[in-house]
């Protein structure tokens, strides 16, 4: 299922490791800039995450999520499950489950995900 807009996001990762133990931080912001937003001006979002390398490449996480909605105000924490695995040359595959755990003006839900996400 489609969030039914296009949307841009921007965020500001730190990454700490310590040994085979990492540490992430994500603030990030995104607008939504094309199709029906319904009302939504932008989604303030802040992360943390804590993760063991298992294997090289190989590395399962819990990650706290918060995430505020600005249009429909809305506020939600979530605790998310998943596992990243190393592609080479700053790029990696993320498969996740995310359950919300608490909601103000939002549906609680469960979500899954699988991203590829590169850096610079």
């Known amino acids: 299922m489609s969030q039914g807009f296009w949307s841009v996001r921007g965020a500001l990762v730190a990454t700490k490791d310590f040994d085979g133990l990492t540490a992430n931080g994500e603030i990030a912001w995104a607008v939504p800039v094309?199709?029906?937003a319904g009302g939504l001006h932008a989604i303030a979002q802040a992360n943390a995450a804590v993760g063991y390398q298992l294997?090289?490449?190989l590395?399962?996480?819990i990650e706290l999520n918060t995430q505020a909605s600005l249009g429909p105000d809305s506020r939600?924490?979530?605790?998310?499950?998943?596992?990243v695995a190393s592609l080479g040359d700053g790029r990696r595959?993320?498969?996740a489950i995310q359950q919300a755990v608490w909601g103000r003006n939002a549906a609680q839900t469960t979500s899954a995900a699988l991203s590829f996400r590169t850096a610079f």
Request: aromatic share 0%; no cysteine; net charge negative.
């Open 34 to 36: 094309s199709g029906d």
């Open 55 to 57: 294997r090289h490449g």
């Open 59 to 61: 590395q399962p996480e």
């Open 76 to 83: 939600v924490l979530a605790v998310t499950a998943g596992v």
């Open 93 to 95: 595959a993320v498969a």
